[in-house]
Nanobody, 125 residues
Framework: QVQLVESGGGLVQAGDSLKLTCQDANRTFNLLNMAWFRQAPGKEREFVAA???????YYVDSMKGRFTISRDIAKRTVYLQMNSLEPEDTAIYYCAEDLGGPVVPSRRVSEYEHWGQGTQVTVSS
């Protein structure tokens, strides 16, 4: 059963914006920490942003100010608004959910139980 489905990726130019969407089938969505990770070719998967079950957002410092994570509980959807995109942002972006849900979301891949299939974001210079 597909739990998480991402969409919204694409090919854009440097300086453009994209908004990624992750639809979650989990009925306890409001109790979960949700996160976005990304993986560039030849690199490890890395944390981008998370939103905890209370709606508080956490970011990697380098992306703070450019990326915004948000959620719609009624739609069981989490979003990642990405502005001022750079070629270095090119990666597959993954949505993930943490059933444990500590107040401060983990930034470790291993702490997230379910993952989406990913959506490709390509930023040309």
């Amino acid at each position: 059963q597909v739990q998480l489905v991402e969409s919204g990726g694409g090919l854009v130019q440097a300086g453009d914006s994209l908004k990624l969407t992750c639809q979650d089938a989990n009925r306890t969505f409001n109790l979960l920490n949700m996160a976005w990770f990304r993986q560039a070719p030849g690199k490890e998967r890395e944390f981008v942003a998370a939103i905890n079950k209370y709606g508080l957002a956490y970011y990697v410092d380098s992306m703070k100010g450019r990326f915004t994570i948000s959620r719609d509980i009624a739609k069981r959807t989490v979003y990642l608004q990405m502005n001022s995109l750079e070629p270095e942002d090119t990666a597959i972006y993954y949505c993930a959910e943490d059933l444990g849900g500590p107040v401060v979301p983990s930034r470790r891949v291993s702490e997230y139980e379910h993952w989406g299939q990913g959506t490709q974001v390509t930023v040309s210079s």
